[in-house]
């Protein structure tokens, strides 16, 4: 069975330019997540789905963030313009669904770095 | 969601038993207590999870006390591929909220 898969793995950008980072989940997963992990921390939740349905954005910057999840499969974060303190990890993970006491699977991980 | 609380970091000579504790003093009856672990540059990975007894599986055992307000991951012979941040979290069984901490950074020593 194949994991969650993200790309780009790394991406290196100059501040103010656009970037977006691409997320396949498990097959079957109802929720998605996407997660943003700054270094010595852990990762904090920016946005959770359930299929097409964005249940938790509280803690996405809306004003220069955006997410979707177009027909309940992959998603896309989108960062525009990009500011030096976006530099982190991007972190994708999927889980079965909402009756599921089921973990969370992550992928890699996309890391960004804003020159 | 409850809070957890871990040591900020750990060291566990190779071979040994790792032992790392979570307080989780204000867990609700209806959550479950998870553990993850992150290797460096990788994505979390699941290792175990329990609600009241305590678990078994390939990686690690939970031990989970008799009030469910603390917990201990235990990795009975520590490699050095263990390695990692050790992450505790409380999560509601209907609910698909996962907050991680800053967890502990579990050191193996040769």
């Known amino acids: 069975e194949a994991g969650v898969v993200q790309s780009p793995r790394y991406k290196i950008i100059e501040k103010k330019q656009p970037v977006a980072f691409w997320c396949n989940p498990i097959s079957g997963h109802n929720t998605l997540y996407w997660y943003l992990q700054n270094l010595g921390q852990g990762p904090e939740l920016l946005i959770r789905?359930?299929?097409?349905?964005?249940?938790?954005d509280s803690q996405l910057p809306k004003d220069r963030f955006s997410a979707e999840r177009l027909k309940g499969v992959d998603s896309t974060l989108k960062i525009q313009p990009a500011e030096l303190g976006d530099s982190a990890v991007y972190l994708c993970?999927?889980?079965?669904?909402?009756?599921?006491?089921?973990?969370?699977?992550f992928g890699e991980g996309s890391r960004l770095t804003v020159l | 969601d409850a809070k957890t609380t871990q040591p900020t970091s750990m060291d566990c000579a190779e071979g040994r038993a790792a032992n790392l504790p979570c307080n989780h003093s204000?867990?609700?009856?209806?959550?479950?207590v998870y553990w993850y672990r992150q290797i460096h540059s990788q994505g979390p990975q699941y290792i175990i999870h329990g609600l009241k007894n305590n678990e078994t599986n390939e990686m690690a055992s939970l031990i989970i006390t008799e009030d469910r307000k603390s917990s201990t991951l235990i990795l009975p012979h520590a490699t050095l591929r263990d390695t990692a941040v050790y992450y505790c979290?409380?999560?509601?069984?209907?609910?698909?909220?996962?907050?991680f901490g800053t967890g502990t950074s579990l050191t193996v020593i040769p």
């Open positions: 993970a999927s889980s079965p669904g909402f009756r599921a006491v089921g973990e969370l699977f």
């Open positions: 789905y359930e299929n097409e349905e964005a249940v938790d």
């Open positions: 204000t867990i609700s009856g209806n959550e479950y």
């Open positions: 979290i409380v999560r509601v069984a209907t609910g698909n909220q996962f907050y």
